[in-house]
């Protein structure tokens, strides 16, 4: 029997939308004072946007801290943020000054090196307090971006904004979505050549997701590109842009949808963006359709949850690539494209590399779009048994459902049980690291399985478009709900798996020194082995990470920060003081005893070796 129930019975509203708002010599700064991005990103000494460089690799050449002397790091010296929520995303250092930035009310902060952390200024924008109300999930902000003097960043109210990185300043400003629409940020920026690219949130309220690009110097829109909608909406070329060596066609996107639904189709773009200034490419990917209920969108729901890339100056679609066609779990796909050079069955390519939530890992010819392996990186996945990777077959490149683990087969008002993953994915946006030296990707995962109940939901205006209860629970066998992995790409294997109490949120980094780090729930940052994993270092900070670990080095001394403070989608129920097990999308009742290892409260460690 259908039956209606209205966006505010949405177990979802206390979760994403209605949270409660708790509110020595220095280097010679002149070398990088206005220095394009191009020339930071070839200097191992700054780390000037949160991906490290543009391949998404988050790796260092650094290499004064090593598997020999990392079990002696010590902290060097702290901050503290004063905001009690989820940090994800990490600090920025160029020259002699560290920035860092908080979730709502979304601050910056220029630390000055020299003086163990001494604040040189402090932006602090007033934020309409509705716009909280909004987010999704958690008030989180993953970090801002330097380029050529400016900082930038995207805050959640979805205005993009340009400082001056030596006082503050604000340079300019653009709106970027409506928030009473429900499109706010939770993303960072890409600053490459002369613009700036840019995402959006808000699937979970119906807004048609899009990437923008902004120019550096005056913040004027240069283009924008729909995830959904007519061809010229999407920027794609009928005939020239491909999926799987074949063009798209005409209205590929319409085709896909029932009438008019594409119009509030989600498809957002709050992920992590890469990109290969040689092919003149970005590279990114698109989440969940609207509604989580697969059966009010029958269809593909083209190009949401799709890796897509777009020629940096046009942007104009040069391929896509659809992983989960007409999503039945909310697995979003917009986590990090990792760019590599590798050989793969013997021959030498240039690879894009995605963990996505659906649980699979995908390897692409980034040039071409096409799909050479697609594996399961977590051995519980069942949704799918698998990709079709056969060119001549008609369901080429497409996973295989278990009508099982379907929620449209088992039909509305139904709850299907014992989905693995959970929706919240294998992966979700703590983006993995790549060594050179290994060939080895090192991923922080969620290893949770989940029951799944869609129901009608009407659209409205501002209001949740969500459609479906979640329960989530450890998958079996573990005992735990994460893993930090190293995985093998070429082959499609798991070289090695340290298991987790919690899923493992924060981003990883990996460096020359053949060391790995990366941070648990709990507050744990930890160093391991980047050749056999075993752990060679942890150091408990005040809170649970769920930021970015990243590596610079000052004054000839090399220094690892990471920012720590419990929350995000995992720990929202500490974040935003949750107690219902089906709140959060299922997640309070899935980390339900993390209060019992953490409490709230942003901080940035530094940590560097004994003089």
């Not at 450890?474 to 298991?499: E, L, Q």
């Amino acid at each position: 029997m259908r039956y209606f129930r209205s966006p505010e019975a949405n177990s979802l509203l206390a979760f994403c939308f209605s949270v409660a708002l708790t509110l020595t010599a220095a280097p010679a700064i002149a070398e990088t004072t206005g220095a394009p991005l191009g020339h930071l990103l070839t200097d191992p000494t700054q780390w000037a946007i949160q991906t490290g460089d543009y391949a998404n690799r988050r790796y260092s050449k650094l290499d004064q801290i090593n598997r020999n002397n990392v079990g002696d790091l010590r902290v060097a010296w702290t901050f503290s943020t004063g905001v009690l929520r989820g940090h994800e995303g990490g600090p920025l250092v160029v020259g002699d000054t560290m920035y860092v930035h908080t979730p709502f009310p979304t601050t910056v902060y220029a630390l000055d090196l020299s003086q163990n952390g001494r604040i040189k200024w402090k932006y602090a924008p007033h934020q309409d307090p509705a716009v909280a109300e909004v987010m999704c999930c958690d008030t989180v902000n993953r970090g801002v971006a330097y380029d050529q003097g400016k900082i930038l960043l995207q805050l959640p109210e979805a205005r993009v904004v340009a400082l001056d990185a030596e006082t503050g300043t604000e340079i300019w400003s653009t709106q970027n979505g409506e928030p009473t629409l429900g499109a706010t940020s939770t993303a960072t920026v890409l600053p490459v050549k002369d613009k700036v690219i840019v995402g959006i949130s808000g699937g979970e309220y119906g807004v048609r997701g899009y990437l923008t690009a902004y120019d550096l110097e005056t913040g004027k829109r240069l283009w924008r590109a729909y995830s959904m909608g007519p061809d010229a909406d999407m920027l794609m070329d009928p005939k020239k842009t491909t999926q799987l060596g074949r063009p798209v066609g005409e209205n590929s996107s319409l085709s896909s949808w029932e009438g008019d639904q594409w119009k509030i189709g989600g498809g957002p773009t709050w992920g992590w963006y890469s990109a290969d200034l040689e092919e003149n490419l970005v590279y990114y990917g698109t989440g969940n359709p609207s509604t989580w209920n697969p059966d009010q969108r029958p269809g593909d729901n083209r190009w949401a949850m799709s890796i897509i890339a777009r020629d940096i100056d046009t942007g104009v679609a040069r391929w896509v690539y659809q992983m989960t066609p007409h999503d039945q779990w909310d697995y979003d796909g917009v986590n990090e494209m990792i760019l590599t050079e590798q050989t793969i069955d013997g021959v030498p390519r240039k690879l894009l590399t995605h963990f996505d939530r659906n649980g699979l890992a995908y390897v692409l010819d980034r040039t071409t779009g096409a799909l050479l392996r697609a594996d399961k990186y977590d051995p519980t996945v069942n949704w799918t048994t698998g990709v079709d990777m056969d060119p001549a077959s008609p369901t080429y490149g497409r996973p295989e459902v278990v009508e099982e683990f379907s929620p449209e087969a088992n039909g509305e008002d139904w709850t299907t049980e014992g989905i693995c993953p959970a929706s919240l994915g294998s992966k979700n946006q703590q983006p993995a690291s790549y060594s050179p030296k290994t060939q080895l990707f090192y991923v922080p995962t969620n290893h949770l399985c989940m029951d799944y109940e869609p129901f009608y939901v009407k659209y409205a205006v501002g209001v949740p478009y969500v459609g479906a209860t979640l329960s989530l629970y450890p998958a079996p066998g573990h005992g735990g709900t994460g893993n930090f992995i190293a995985w093998d790409n070429t082959t499609g294997t798991i070289r090695w798996s340290i298991p987790e109490t919690f899923s493992v949120w924060s981003g990883s980094l990996a460096t020359a020194g053949g060391v790995v780090f990366y941070g648990t729930l709990e507050g744990y940052i930890k160093a391991v082995d980047a050749e056999t994993g075993k752990e060679l270092y942890r150091f408990k900070t005040p809170s649970g990470i769920v930021g970015n670990i990243m590596t610079y080095e000052w004054n000839g001394r090399q220094y690892v920060a990471v920012l720590s403070g419990v929350g995000g989608w995992a720990g929202i129920g500490l974040a935003a003081g949750l107690t219902q097990p089906h709140d959060g999308a299922g997640a309070v009742g899935g980390y339900a005893a993390l209060s019992q290892y953490t409490a709230l409260g942003g901080q940035v460690t530094v940590f560097a070796l004994p003089n």
